[in-house]
């Protein structure tokens, strides 16, 4: 119990503490905006400064490539205001040879995947007009440069995107679709997160930000073009660009840190980095909890005589493991008791050492809720959303997408309330999360859609098709001379 006490004690966060948080989080924004490296947050300036609308239409494909899978879908956008006439989708996973293997198999492995996808396209609702060229976005989960997509550095290990940490991808895959005669451009590539963003932003306007709270975890958001200092570009015509905080690498001192937490650290394959992610992510949660009844079996014998030996493995005990166990409403504790049995061989275990158990869930949950919490205010801060103007109606939306947040429900109603609480009386009600469901599968085609070389031009009925007031193409004489013709033909 001394144990337990002190790791709760330890693991504390007063509104106080998250308060500091939060500050902090808005002081590294800050800083990773004046300076490349100024910060423990990467804050990458993304290839996106134009979110979708909701105005697009036509036929997009979005290729998302995650750790083990990919899954490539496509959607038919309608002429009415956010109208998703159709979408598809299909996950495939990576052949284990492949994911140590090189970026070019992996890329021709793809093609031919996304040939046999866009062979079917006949057989549902989907049509592309015959002078149109098929667009694609192309999302993944990792540090990416801004213009050709480069995975930076691979921040999951063990996934497909390793053996391309530092190669071209969209260069790669365009290749591979040239050689195998797939007719495809790579209209935008982004990282998952702001796939997310865009696919809360094209269903509601008042979306700004997005987090990811799954196996990683990050966060996205719309920043004012002029506030990014370390940008020499020309400045974006919508004034406004997405901003990758990459905010698993935050780091501070007001970080409830534990012993646990610097024991996991110092084993990592990334020691020193991903502090934030290290407590708030699906990868770690469930490894904290069994460090801690590791340390109970070691030295309180709490597991009996001898320390179970699967206890002493890395990441045996998973977050949707320790979810499982936190959720178990039997009056016996039934699901904890086969989850220590199955998962790590403890048999016969009392109640009172399953009560325990959960505890240990519960503090390393909520924890990681609340800190999630004090990291979205420090976004609010950082864009000035954490107060409301009087008589200003003002509505501010975070979509947020992963599985931790998808299936951990304790969790995520203790971030909402956290939130809330950070938030006050006055503000709370103007904040809203939301819930990304399958919006992030067509996120990526909809950045496609939003970044289309057609945009700005002439559609097949004719009328001008501008959704982007920003784009750089953007011609004002023509749409101008466009609208006064309307206006004659429709007077007649
Ligand atoms: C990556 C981010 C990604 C997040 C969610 C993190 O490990 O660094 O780029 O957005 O996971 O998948």
Known sequence: MAILKEFEDMSDTPLGKLKQVAEAMTVEMHAGLASEGGSTLGMLISSVDNLPTGNEHGLFY??????????????Q?????????????????????????????????????????????????????????????????????????????????????????????????????????????VAAVVNDTIRTLAGGRYLNNDVVAAVTLGTGTNAAYVECANAISKWHGVLPKSGEMVINMEWGNFRSVHLPLTEYDHALDVESLNVGEQSFGKI??????????????????????????????????????????????????????RVVGSILQDILGISNTSLTTRKVVVEVCVIVAERGARLSAA??????????????????????VIAIDGGVFKHYSELTKCLENTLKELLGEEVKDTVVIEHANDVPRIGAALIAASHSQYNDMKSETGVVVSNQVSSKKGNPFLYISVCIALYFLSRR
């Open 280 to 333: 708030i992510s699906g990868k770690y949660m469930g490894d904290i909890v069994r460090r801690v009844l590791l340390k109970m079996a070691e030295e309180a014998d709490f597991f009996g005589d001898t320390v179970p030996s699967k206890l002493r493995i890395p990441f045996t005990l998973r977050t949707h493991e320790m979810s499982a166990m936190h959720h178990d409403n039997s009056p016996d504790l």
């Open 62 to 75: 979005a290729l998302d490539l995650g750790g083990t899978k990919f899954c490539l879908s496509r959607v």
């Open 77 to 185: 956008l309608g002429r009415k205001k956010r109208r998703v006439l159709e979408q598809e989708s299909t996950e495939v996973s990576i052949p284990p040879h492949m994911m140590v293997g090189t970026s070019k198999g992996l890329c021709d492995f793809i093609t031919e995947e996304l040939a046999t996808f866009v062979a079917t396209e006949g057989d549902g609702d989907f049509h592309i007009s015959p002078s149109r060229q098929r667009e694609m976005g192309f999302s993944f989960s990792c540090p990416m440069t801004r213009t050709s997509g480069t995975p930076i550095k691979c921040t999951k290990h063990s996934s497909s995107i390793d053996g391309a940490v530092d190669q071209d991808l969209v260069a790669q895959l365009t290749q591979s679709m040239k050689s195998k005669g797939v007719d495809m451009r």
């Open 375 to 396: 990291g979205i205010l420090g976004i609010l801060k950082k864009i000035g959303r954490e107060t409301v103007k009087k008589g200003v109606k003002q509505k501010t």
